[in-house]
T-cell receptor, first 111, second 112 residues
Framework: LAKTTQPISMDSYEGQEVNITCSHNNIATNDYITWYQQFPSQGPRFIIQGYKTKVTNEVASLFIPADRKSSTLSLPRVSLSDTAVYYC????????????FGSGTKLNVKP | ETGVTQTPRHLVMGMTNKKSLKCEQH?????MYWYKQSAKKPLELMFVYSLEERVENNSVPSRFSPECPNSSHLFLHLHTLQPEDSALYLCASSPTPRGGAFFGQGTRLTVV
């Protein structure tokens, strides 16, 4: 089971780009990297998923280096509503029991 | 809206009560999950169902009993709970783990 390590918290200001890095040194060959966002008293929301290199969608970008031992979630021009906890998960499609959430990164966006 | 609906949104129950939480998805997903989130703690994976068969049970006390009658519905039956079981209970579904999980809004459970 690949363990992930993220910063406990980060501060940012509105309009800035925020990069949250996750370490997953023992990621397996078949593992994908998935990021979620969670607001208080709500379920996590899927943000983005990738296997290698770069993935971009309308919300964020995910950068994964060649060794895949880490990944970086990039949020462009954050707003106050992006204040939330962000979770990084690794797992593969053949193991349903790998949807384990760590402590996540609490992003605090200031005006 | 994620397509995963949980009812009720809030529930207060005594330690001797029996209640059930319901989760419903019409996304055509094959897997469904129950998570528990206590205050200021990470989400804890409780149960996983794949194609209506339980594939994961993370040492959850027997006072929590899941049921998956079909691929669209998931229940969590509760009986003789303890105050420390008070938490946000989240249901999720996914086409496969690779596709990411879609979560419901959760049920805020308070055991008195």
């Amino acid at each position: 089971l690949a363990k992930t390590t993220q910063p406990i918290s980060m501060d940012s200001y509105e309009g800035q780009e925020v990069n949250i890095t996750c370490s997953h040194n023992n990621i397996a060959t078949n593992d994908y990297i998935t990021w979620y966002q969670q607001f208080p008293s709500q379920g996590p929301r899927f943000i983005i998923q990738g296997y290698k290199t770069k993935v971009t969608n309308e919300v964020a970008s995910l950068f994964i280096p060649a060794d895949r031992k880490s990944s970086t979630l990039s949020l462009p021009r954050v707003s106050l509503s992006d204040t939330a906890v962000y979770y990084c998960l690794v797992g593969d499609e053949n193991n349903f029991n790998k949807f384990y959430f760590g402590s996540g990164t609490k992003l605090n966006v200031k005006p | 809206e994620t397509g995963v609906t949980q009812t009720p949104r809030h529930l207060v129950m005594g330690m001797t009560n029996k209640k059930s939480l319901k989760c419903e998805q019409h996304l055509g997903h094959n897997a469904m999950y129950w998570y528990k989130q206590s205050a200021k703690k990470p989400l804890e994976l409780m149960f996983v169902y794949s194609l209506e068969e339980r594939v994961e049970n993370n040492s959850v006390p027997s006072r929590f009993s899941p049921e998956c009658p079909n691929s669209s519905h998931l229940f969590l039956h509760l009986h003789t709970l303890q105050p420390e079981d008070s938490a946000l209970y989240l249901c999720a579904s996914s086409p496969t783990p690779r596709g990411g999980a879609f979560f419901g809004q959760g049920t805020r459970l308070t055991v008195v």
